[in-house]
């Protein structure tokens, strides 16, 4: 038997083929049918063979005791869970319970229509993610520009005759914030027909089959962008890009005349010379887009690298146009029907944290000061956490104190299936479901997606008898905190429903007028009786701007795209400025102020002196995130953590190829196993993240096979980008020595 559905590893979303063998997975291949991926795949989507099969994976839930874990009934674990948050909510207030969420939360459709049922039953403000340790620069520039955190631009990678990428190795992450299966052949494509520039200090992936490799020193990404915005302006290249709904272009183009290429040059690592010819031939092309990634955002400037990426895509007036920087128009897009006037844009720093002061983004705190939130007494303190899908041990800075801050936890929850270095430190583990025993919808990668794609995946396999799937997990741990336990789950699902249309439906009546609440909730019942998150995602679909409206004609709804196993494609991206951005009157601030008053801090960098050495991160094309690592298929062969560097250290260090090196920063050190390699600017070391998978409680016995180092103990929690909190991984002062 064949099945089809979305691979749920990485932002891609490459269809695939799961073949069967009664309940058993004999392989997993491309489908060669899908409207988007077309028959693409990468290495990763053979590992969900190997976790729907790992003996390592839990299926019931766990205990722990003083003589380690036991598995228990769902009933005793439901009700173990919801004693300790409440023991802990009633001595220290709604604050004292946080709760962290993994990076496999924006891949999994039923967390995110859920999960802020359960965060609003909590009423904690105690929200951390791994969004503050990837890609929150981005959202916060992005909502402070075009309105929403996930109004970003993304390159029209299948029309754009010129792609500068900066930071980012698309050829090995398949995309990041830019959902593009088979990256390889569409930057090929581009380089046949115009142009591909990578500015970048290591040599990736992408930098070699690029047009032209620039060597950046790491964390000037923001001075290069802002230098080549001054070209553009001071030589009057272009016209400025959506022009009649910009706000603060005349400040914009006064705040890039301090930064020419000439002051900028020598901070950057580049000629001047080279930074005018490409800003001339970034102009000249007849159609071009910058995108940055985690190398601009993992940085200490990487609010205003996000900033400056869509800067220059506007003053060259390559947004929102055919081949530039565009906005994708999502099929199932909560408040796609909202009006202008309802349109709040940016909602940051409406509260702070206890120590620091971080101020919140989106409803979060930055990672970087959970673990002093967790262990310093007083006021506020926290002394209990959910974790879902999550790993902060090793994927937040900081990792020793993150370790010791868990281990201090009155009571510790984990939605997850593994025992890893941080769920072994919970007092109740609540495994979901595998991702073959669910269905999918990408609700926040189709919001990203360089073509407007749409495709639903059913369950490939059936759940285990007695396994709740994971809406169920959070929505009874949600009623019982609300005081509803023995309410039945149906109850509490019905409530979720009611929120989400009485809001979809009232915004969707400027475009279907007949649009009655009482007869869509009947509808929605009548065609999903078992309610959960198809029914939501129904709704979404059906009043989203491809949607048939509860009207019975042509346009989307789930029963159509269960109709089209291959999923549907819904065209190029199209224009959206001003309808489709959520600031208020559809306007494009180019100079907000909370950036603005950052610059300063930018000025002063440019006479920074150069640390001897910096680190970087890295990620391989089989290595996502850590919980893969337990995944035969995806770390067998040559041990890819390694301390990449370049010759000329090697020699100055005296260390040969397969000797170690300490890496020690202000927050602890490593000893990693050198691999030398000209790819890396002098200067630059690079250990990618994820690894360190040597603690003796986990139980990840691949992993543990194949630990490498933990980058995290050298990242320091103090570094950080200083608007967001985001961790600045990249561009960290490192010493390093000969180990034995």
Not at 348 to 368: N, Q
Not at 635 to 652: E, F, M, N, W, Y
Request: charged letters at 20%; a negative charge.
């Amino acid at each position: 038997m064949i099945t089809t559905r979305v691979c749920p590893l990485c932002e891609a979303t490459c269809g695939i083929e799961v073949v069967l063998d009664g309940d058993r997975v004999e392989t997993i291949r491309g489908d060669a049918a899908d409207a988007f991926s077309r028959g693409y795949l990468c290495p990763k989507a053979y590992g969900l063979k190997g976790l729907q099969e790992d003996p390592d994976r839990l299926r019931q839930p766990l205990r722990r005791t003083a003589d380690g874990f036991v598995p228990i009934g769902w009933d005793e674990a439901f009700a173990l869970v919801v004693e300790g948050l409440q023991r802990a909510q009633a001595a220290g207030g709604k604050d004292a319970v946080a709760v962290y969420l993994g990076n496999p939360v924006v891949h999994n459709v039923q967390t995110l229509l859920y999960g802020p049922a359960l965060l609003k039953a909590l009423g904690s403000r105690q929200l951390y993610s791994a969004s503050s340790a990837d890609q929150l620069p981005k959202m916060i520039s992005s909502a402070l520009m075009f309105g929403g955190s996930l109004k970003i631009p993304v390159p029209d990678l299948d029309r754009t005759d010129f792609l500068l990428v900066l930071g980012a190795d698309p050829m090995v992450s398949n995309g990041s914030l830019m959902t593009a299966p088979d990256v390889k052949h569409r930057l090929a494509a581009i380089r046949e027909r115009g142009t591909l520039v990578v500015v970048d200090p290591r040599r990736s992936a992408t930098a070699q089959m690029a047009s032209e490799h620039l060597r950046i020193r790491p964390g000037t990404d923001a001075l290069l962008l802002l230098a080549l915005c001054q070209v553009v302006v001071a030589e009057d290249l272009a016209t400025p890009a959506a022009l009649a709904h910009l706000d603060g272009l005349e400040t914009a183009r006064a705040l890039v005349a301090d930064f020419p290429p000439e002051r900028v040059a020598a901070a950057c690592g580049l000629e001047a010379e080279a930074i005018r010819r490409l800003a001339r031939a970034f102009c000249a092309a007849p159609s071009a887009a910058c995108y940055g990634r985690i190398g601009t955002t993992c940085q200490a400037f990487g609010t205003l690298a996000s900033w400056a990426v869509d800067l220059l895509n506007i003053l060259s007036g390559n947004l929102d146009r055919p081949g530039g920087a565009m906005f994708a128009t999502p099929a199932a897009n909560r408040g796609a029907n909202r009006p202008p006037e309802q349109r709040r844009g940016a909602q940051l720093g409406r509260w702070k944290s206890r120590l620091a002061g971080w101020p919140e983004s989106f409803g979060e705190l930055p990672v970087c000061t959970l673990a002093d939130e967790i262990l310093t007494p007083g006021a506020g303190q926290i002394r209990a956490m959910i974790s879902v899908a999550g790993n902060p041990v090793l994927s937040a800075p900081g990792s020793a104190r993150m370790a010791a801050a868990f281990a201090d936890l009155d009571f510790y929850v984990a939605i997850d299936f593994y025992v890893n270095e941080t769920t072994r430190h919970a007092h109740v583990i609540l495994p979901p479901p595998s991702p073959l025993e669910r269905g999918g919808y990408d609700l926040a990668f189709y919001q990203l997606a360089i073509r407007d794609v749409a495709r639903y995946s059913a369950p490939t396999l059936p759940r285990p008898a007695g396994q709740p799937e994971e809406w169920e997990i959070l929505l009874t741990l949600a009623k019982a905190l609300m005081g509803m336990g023995k309410a039945p789950l149906a109850m509490a699902d019905a409530f979720v429903l009611r929120q989400l249309a009485e809001r979809e439906v009232a915004e969707a009546r400027r475009r279907w007028p007949e649009l009655e609440l009482k007869a869509v909730l009947a509808r929605l019942d009548a065609d999903h009786p078992g309610g959960g998150p198809d029914r939501l995602l129904d709704l979404l679909l059906r009043l989203g701007p491809y949607g048939d409206g509860f009207g019975g004609g042509e346009g989307l709804s789930l029963a159509a795209l269960r109709g089209a196993p291959h999923g549907v494609d819904l065209g190029p991206l199209k224009p959206q400025v001003p309808d489709g951005l959520g600031t208020p009157g559809g306007r494009i601030d180019l100079a907000p102020a909370l950036i603005v008053a950052d610059l300063d801090r930018l000025r002063a960098h440019l006479d920074a002196p150069v640390p001897d050495f910096v680190l970087i991160g890295r990620r391989g094309l089989r290595s996502n995130n850590s919980w893969m690592h337990n995944l035969p298929a995806l770390v067998k062969g040559k041990s890819a953590c390694t301390l990449q560097i370049h010759p000329d250290d090697a020699a100055r260090l005296g260390v040969a190829a397969g000797g170690s090196v300490r890496v020690e920063s202000d927050a602890g050190a490593v000893v990693a196993p050198v691999e030398i390699t000209a790819d890396l600017l002098p200067g630059v070391v690079s250990l990618p993240h994820g690894w360190g998978h040597d603690d003796p409680e986990a139980r990840l016995s691949v992993a543990a096979a194949n630990a490498g180092v933990n980058v995290n103990l050298v990242s320091d929690p103090r570094a950080v980008d200083a608007v967001s909190g985001n961790a600045a991984f990249n561009g960290l002062p490192v010493r390093l020595s000969v180990a034995p």
